[in-house]
């Protein structure tokens, strides 16, 4: 059981490069999310998605674009880095289905982004 | 837009105690879930407890157990007999049922088992 796999888990871009992180989870959830982590701000979101083909923007989403081409696979894109995006990046998934799982967030193990 | 509140950044307990984290939110809505959440050192988040709003009954998941308060829109959460390994940052999230199912996260709380 993979759950959430995030790739990469580290990386160093310099100011103005571009990047993209993938995110693929094999539980075949509906809903998939991004989110980045900084301290004393807890997570929020990047951009979401409620199904294969259709992306939407959440409370931080200059600077980022998101596809999702697949349903088990959403892709975060950086298309000119910036300082401000250092930060740890989580993916998340989650379905609707499953009793007492259902709406339960899913997570990756986060990607370390450093933009210099 | 809903908000979720955390109002303790840091807190300590001593192993075997107990500890509540307070989790306030603001919401219109009558039907949604809440959840505690929880990331340790390894960074990887971990759910640690659900709660439906419709449901009077408080969740319970062995040592962790919450106090939802509806009407005070109130959602702590307690942790019993305090172990080392709950050393971790805790996050108190919200989802709206139906709609757009975005989850709002509080700043977290940074708790510190004390041997």
């Known amino acids: 059981n993979a759950g959430v796999t995030q790739t990469p888990k580290f990386r160093v871009l310099k100011t103005g490069q571009s990047m993209t992180l993938l995110c693929a989870q094999d539980m075949n959830h509906e809903y998939m999310y991004w989110y980045r982590q900084d301290p004393g701000m807890g997570l929020r979101l990047i951009h979401y998605?409620?199904?294969?083909?259709?992306?939407a923007k959440g409370e931080v989403p200059d600077g980022y674009n998101v596809s999702r081409l697949k349903k088990q696979n959403f892709l975060l894109g950086l298309e000119s880095a910036a300082p401000s995006q250092t930060s740890v990046y989580f993916c998340a998934s989650s379905s609707q289905r499953g009793g007492s799982g259902a709406n339960v967030l899913t997570f990756g193990a986060g990607s370390r982004l450093t933009v210099l | 837009a809903q908000t979720v509140t955390q109002s303790q950044p840091e807190m300590s307990v001593q192993e075997a105690e107990t500890v509540t984290l307070s989790c306030t939110y603001d919401?219109?809505?009558?039907?949604?879930?809440l959840f505690w959440y929880k990331q340790p050192p390894s960074r990887q988040m971990i759910l640690v407890i659900r709660q439906e709003a419709y449901k009077q009954q408080n969740a319970t998941e062995n040592r962790f157990s919450v106090n939802f308060q509806k009407a005070a829109k109130s959602f702590s959460l307690k942790i019993s007999d305090s172990q080392l390994g709950d050393t971790a940052m805790y996050f108190c999230a919200f989802m709206k049922h139906g709609g757009t199912y975005k989850y709002i996260f509080g700043t977290g709380t940074r708790l510190k088992v004390l041997a």
């Open positions: 998605s409620v199904g294969e083909g259709t992306t």
């Open positions: 919401t219109s809505e009558n039907n949604y879930y």
